[in-house]
């Protein structure tokens, strides 16, 4: 099992600019992918970015080109441990809340972290 830990969700304007981490513990040398969805109220908890331990990234197409998914583990390895999500020019449609997601095998799932974009 991977326990997750989420920091640097708050409160931005519009065009703004936030940084969220996740950082995972545990049984992290059987992760193969590490990303980020968001639930936002009223609607289905959707895919944001997701990164693989070779490296591969996945993009949501509302988030293409201003969002990026970045991860501290070393390519072509397992070793995904942290994984960050820079997100940028920042929509008031963006207002959720994002959870780090762990797959290996199972899934994990972090606590949440709160965005708010304000117009």
């Known amino acids: 099992q991977v326990q997750l830990v989420e920091s640097g969700g708050g409160l931005v304007q519009a065009g703004g600019s936030l940084r969220l981490s996740c950082a995972a513990s545990?049984?992290?040398?059987?992760?193969?992918?590490l990303g980020w969805y968001r639930q936002a109220p009223g609607k289905q908890r959707e895919l944001v970015a997701a990164?693989?331990?070779?490296?591969?990234?996945?993009?949501?197409?509302?988030v293409k080109g201003r969002f990026t998914i970045s991860s501290d583990g070393a390519k072509n390895t397992v070793n995904l441990h942290t994984v960050y999500l820079q997100m940028n020019s920042l929509k008031p449609e963006d207002t959720a809340v994002y959870y780090c997601n762990a797959k290996s095998g199972i899934e994990d799932w972090g606590q949440g972290t709160l965005v708010t974009v304000s117009s």
């Open positions: 990164i693989t331990s070779a490296g591969s990234t996945n993009y949501a197409d509302s």
């Open positions: 545990g049984s992290i040398f059987s992760i193969n992918t």
